[in-house]
């Protein structure tokens, strides 16, 4: 079941790498989409919350789940501690990672019920499954993400003033918003031939990019955008965060 970390290592590749769907790996995705299907995405959300039992026993504070064409990967780390576990386990033909999760985890779940009906000891039972996952040279960055702090800003607002996502970082933002508007409201005003709804809507997109711009706020998220992402704190998986958009 663990092999050697450097050549699992060598085989923990992105699953999607931005073409494969995220939950089982096809290839059958369209565009930008992440997933092959709300109900395959959900298929894998509901497998991994069914066993946050075994990760709360395992005392965990985070853990990723991922995949490749050979092998899932599991990483965790527990409470009080900077040293990460990861259990490796292959694929199984014709198997979705869904399924090759819960069969994974009926296998550490054996163990550790093994040890605590023999022991009585949960502390003894974690301790049987952690020492069978692999140690060396995961990183701890590879399971504890920081904040990732993205602006509250519909993509809308900056559509309608051909303005990027990567002007919300600029301290020339108000200066950039204000020449924008004045662009395109040059082209589109009413009286210049302009349509007003569309004249509205630069205005609104104006205003609202202004007010943002003097009072700003963030959504506040962590994850990893190639991973499942599992927080103690919620006691449940994340799904990997959304690609920016520029």
Not at 30 to 36: D, I, P, V, W
Not at 186 to 198: L, M, S, T
Not at 211 to 219: K, L, Q, R
């Amino acid at each position: 079941m663990y092999e050697d970390h450097a050549h699992n290592l060598a085989l923990a590749k992105v699953a999607n790498g931005g073409k494969r769907c995220l939950s089982c790996g096809t290839t059958e995705i369209r565009g930008r989409q992440r997933y092959c299907s709300v109900a395959c995405r959900q298929r894998l959300q509901f497998k991994l919350d069914l066993r946050t039992g075994l990760i709360q026993a395992l005392n965990t504070h985070y853990a990723t789940f991922f995949f490749s064409e050979e092998k899932i990967f599991m990483d965790i780390l527990p409470y009080g501690t900077r040293d990460t576990f990861r259990f490796a386990y292959p694929r199984s033909p014709g198997k979705k990672p869904a399924e090759d999760f819960g069969t994974m985890a009926n296998v550490l779940g054996e163990i550790w019920w093994l040890e605590k009906d023999r022991s009585h000891k949960d502390y003894l039972a974690s301790y049987q499954v952690l020492k069978r996952a692999l140690r060396s040279g995961v990183p701890l960055v590879s399971v504890k993400p920081a904040v990732k702090c993205t602006p509250s800003v519909g993509s809308a607002n900056l559509v309608q003033l051909n303005l990027d996502r990567t002007v919300l970082t600029s301290p020339d933002l108000k200066q950039m918003i204000k020449a924008a508007y004045r662009q395109e409201a040059k082209k589109n005003h009413p009286d210049v031939g302009g349509k007003p709804e569309i004249f509205r809507r630069i205005h609104q997109a104006y205003e609202e990019l202004s007010s943002w711009a003097d009072h700003p706020t963030y959504i506040r998220r962590r994850g990893f955008p190639d991973k499942w992402f599992y927080d103690r704190s919620r006691n449940r998986w994340n799904q990997p965060l959304p690609l920016p958009r520029y």
